[in-house]
């Protein structure tokens, strides 16, 4: 069993900043991809950046040069520093592993419970 848990979601004006984070626990060996997505009403789960566990990353082209992501891979947690922020950021963002060993097995495919960011004036 794979659990994530992020943090760091909250209101922020247009233009402001926030860093959400997420810990993955559960007796893990290693991990793959981490991931952030995001998850707007009415909309479907978008990509917003994943990272390799060797620090390659990739990001959607509407947060690209705005948005960061970076991991610790000692400590199993991933973070996404938002900068620039714009009211069509509003969303729920989830963390995501896409694969993990643990002490019990892999795990595929693994989310967190999501937090939300509102930009808004």
């Known amino acids: 069993q794979v659990q994530l848990v992020e943090s760091g979601g909250g209101l922020v004006q247009p233009g402001g900043s926030l860093r959400l984070s997420c810990a993955a626990s559960g007796r893990i060996f290693s991990i793959g991809v981490m991931g952030w997505y995001r998850q707007a009403p009415g909309k479907q789960r978008e990509l917003v950046a994943t990272?390799?566990?060797?620090?390659?990353?990739n990001y959607a082209e509407p947060v690209k040069g705005r948005f960061t992501i970076s991991r610790d891979n000692a400590k199993n947690t991933v973070n996404l520093q938002m900068n620039s922020l714009k009211p069509e950021d509003t969303s729920v963002y989830y963390c995501?592993?896409?694969?993990?060993?643990?002490?019990?097995?892999?795990?595929?495919?693994?989310w967190g419970q999501g937090t939300q960011v509102t930009v808004s004036s």
């Open positions: 995501n592993v896409d694969r993990a060993r643990t002490i019990s097995g892999w795990h595929f495919n693994s």
């Open positions: 990272i390799t566990i060797g620090g390659s990353t």
